[in-house]
């Protein structure tokens, strides 16, 4: 027979913090991303056009793998349907310089009409849970292509050249080409990055890791995932866009191709999805990879997959995942920094879902 | 009223994509795996069955007696391993694994096949019909799928209904911790699901081979897996009587559509599935069911 | 009774849920033929405890023992060949499966044992003429009847109970635990977590108490005070301890009552 024994409960700590959006390495990153833009930009005077051709390929990548990673690390939306916007994209610019509109004016118009488009899709495909938003974004950019291909107007099955490109000299235009580009990059990326920054991106982050917990605390979870919808689409448009820019002669079916969201997922998966660094650390493995077997086509893919899978299984933070620990470049998280120490332990908050437990610095 | 004739052809074209969609319910309803590959899968057991024609010199028909049973081992091995991984992950993990199995999948078949188009032989058998009447023809080999189809279909269900093991699968897919409690391996259930769902995706695939002429990348830009898909979704979820239901559906408006244009065949059903999603996304069986 | 090795035996238990420890250093003995209640508030670990026993949750560290075998390592299903089933909280029946269905998957993977479902039928006389009936249709106090019935037709050495009075009606609540008695006829030792502390006192031989993880109080009920159980249940360290109640706080109100 035992009595009873006492128990006293624990006292909770609650730590008095400080709250600060930054650390010191970001200053650095800043300086050196402003460094590494103006080297780009210089890039033209220096190198060949082939190069540039090259980097531009790069940008608009980036651009593709920094949308999909918006949608699906930060808003939950796993898309396979992105090459629809991109081939609305291209076939807009088309569009509107068979009207005689400058397909560099007609570009920012085809990425607006392409949000217009998103919104469309978004009212068809909002209340479809993973799988079958999923499929049904696959399933509306096999419709647009469907129904591109029976225009000959458009250049039917066969494609088109594009009309009314300026009349530059070959050198200046993809000099131009590779500017346009690289700004729409910068723009893309620091737009996701202030979105990510503000109070979208904090709604954002709780939804992603706990939906149900942050409908509660009134977050307005269908109007954030909306704003991200319509955002990628102009954004992957914008991408199309950009394509045709520096491949005048548009085909339905490179355009729509379902390839170019396997690239961008790839892209994301590799680099880390739910980092805004992990799409860039994707493209550049990801065109690394494509420059060593360039040769081999088919073989490129392959790998690129069987990477890609091994990523989701085993390491899903990927790359930037497993470096960020030590290192933030772009500060969208918050940092909480005990009273009255110095450096003391930093709790960093942002994590991918599922893993969210806070990590001792 | 050769429109009589179209919904014959339809209802056995059908036939075929019930085939293909029986795997994919039987993952989803199982598992909640939503296979992207599922296409992919059904064109490699189609390149098998011509490996294995080139290798035994048997007759093409006879190819899908052992292009099943092997299928069917794989699916086993691929669930226990690769899925099963993914699926502790998560949902998200799954999509993007069978999206990148999907891949790696096209562009293997690719590198080892080249992307030349290929048939699998059967001889006289592809292109023989009958007639009822003067407008209506109907292929041999169309209503031995339509009829395989049917068995495959009906017989699952039954399985499923009856039998031990499917009791068990059906345990499983309910509440996959309660069926542990009760002694249930689901990892080994799963990959029972998983061998039978890959067994039909065979002779999906098989039968597709002797249908029509593939290629590599059928399975995704052949729409393949997206005709799967819209079968399940038009049928009802969970009911694979619903999948032969949404195959037929599928098959028919796909089959009128192709009256009115040659291109327009398969934007006709992509039409319909989205309608479907839009106004009744619980699928015909879901309707009639629906309380 | 009691026999001189226990049944089942839980030592050092210690078993987190992410960052939050949920049990911490517990230990216990169950023998052959109790009937052993688990009692404590929300959240003390009471079914965190029952969880890891039977296989759902890996402990942290510590054992569980069955018949002097160390367990610890095995998967769930394999646990319920040696002789551990639970019942479930929330019954968790199969809802797409009927009643008999539901009896049928649970005697799957029976040991060598006196229930069968034949029996179920016996001890529920109800089911027969339900057999038929989704499990999702019946209801609350009908479906945790099935619930039992799964699990008997397993035949366990040791049930585990979780939470039988969840939900259903105080007069529902007994009548199953009117059943207890049968149950332990044919050998079946019973382990099991209650809310209710007054229902868990009436069945059991031992009872056990749990405050946010950790043991509190384990005796047989008949040795217990009604005091002891409560401050073991609150963790009050005696009645009149300062609290956020009393003490300081009540001093600054002086026109109320105390």
Known sequence: MTGATAVKTREADVPAVRVTRSRRSVLWASVVAVIVIAVLAYAPYVVYASTTSILVNFFILLILASMWNLLAGYAGLVSVGQQAFFGLGSYFVLIFALRGVNPFFGMPIAAVACGLAGLVTWWLVSRLRSGYFAIATWVIASVCYLIIIRYPSLGGGTGMLTPNMPNFSARYLDALVYWVTLGVAVIALGGIYLLLRSRLGLVLTAVRDDETGARSVGARVTRARLLVFVIAAVGCGAAGALEVLAQPYVQPAPAFAVQWTAEMIFAVLIGGIGTIEGPIIGTIVFFALQQWLSAHGTWYFIILGLVAIGIAIWAPRGIWGVVSDRLKLFPVGYWLWPRGGGSGSALSVLRWPGRSRASGG | ?291 | MTDSSPLLEVRELTVHHGQLRALDNVSLSVFAGDVFAMIGANGAGKSTLLRSVCGLHRPTSGSVLLDGTDITGLRPEKRVAAGIVMVPEGRRLFPSLTLEENLQVGATYTREGPWSIARVYELFNWMPGRRRQLAAQLSGGEQQAVAIGRALVANPRVLLLDELSLGLAPVVVQRIYDTLPELLATGVTVLLVEQDVSQALRVASRVHCLLEGRTTLTGEPAGLTAESIEAAYFGLASAAAPGPWTGDSARTLPEESR
Not at chain 2, 86 to 101: E, I, K, M, P
Not at chain 2, 161 to 180: F, H, N, P, W
Request: proline share 1%.
């Open chain 2, 1 to 291: 009223m050769t429109w009589v004739n179209d919904i014959v052809q339809g209802v056995m074209l059908g036939g075929l994509y019930a085939l293909f969609a029986c795997g994919l319910s039987l993952l989803f309803g199982v598992m909640k795996v939503i296979n992207l590959a599922h296409g992919d899968l059904a064109i490699v057991a189609a390149y098998g069955a011509v490996g294995i024609v080139a290798l035994t010199h048997m007759p093409g028909a006879w190819s899908v007696l052992l292009a099943v049973p092997i299928f069917a081992v794989v699916g086993y091995l691929v669930q226990r391993t690769l899925i099963q991984a993914s699926l502790n992950r998560g949902v998200l993990t799954t999509l993007l694994v069978t999206f990148g199995l999907s891949v790696v999948i096209e562009n293997a078949l690719q590198q080892f096949w080249s992307a030349n188009a290929r048939t699998l032989q059967i001889g006289a058998l592809a292109t023989d019909h009958f007639n009822i009447g003067s407008q209506i023809s109907i292929g041999y080999l169309d209503l031995v799928i339509l009829i395989a189809a049917v068995a495959v279909l009906l017989g699952l269900q039954y399985y499923l209904s009856y039998s031990k093991q499917g009791r068990l699968i059906r345990a499983v897919a309910d509440d996959r911790e309660a069926a542990q409690l009760c002694g249930a391996d689901y990892r080994h259930i799963f990959g029972i699901a998983a061998a039978i769902a890959f067994g039909t995706v065979a002779l999906a695939g098989t039968a597709y081979g002797m249908y029509t002429s593939f290629y590599p990348s059928s399975g995704s830009s052949g729409f393949l897996v997206l005709f799967a898909f819209e079968a399940v979704v038009i049928g009802g979820l969970g009911s694979l009587w619903g999948t032969l239901l949404g195959g037929i559906a599928l098959g028919v408006v796909q089959s009128i559509g192709g009256q009115i244009g040659s291109t327009d065949q398969v934007i006709a059903g992509q039409l319909l599935f989205l309608v479907v999603l839009a106004a009744m996304p619980q699928g015909i069986t879901g309707f009639r069911r629906a309380a």
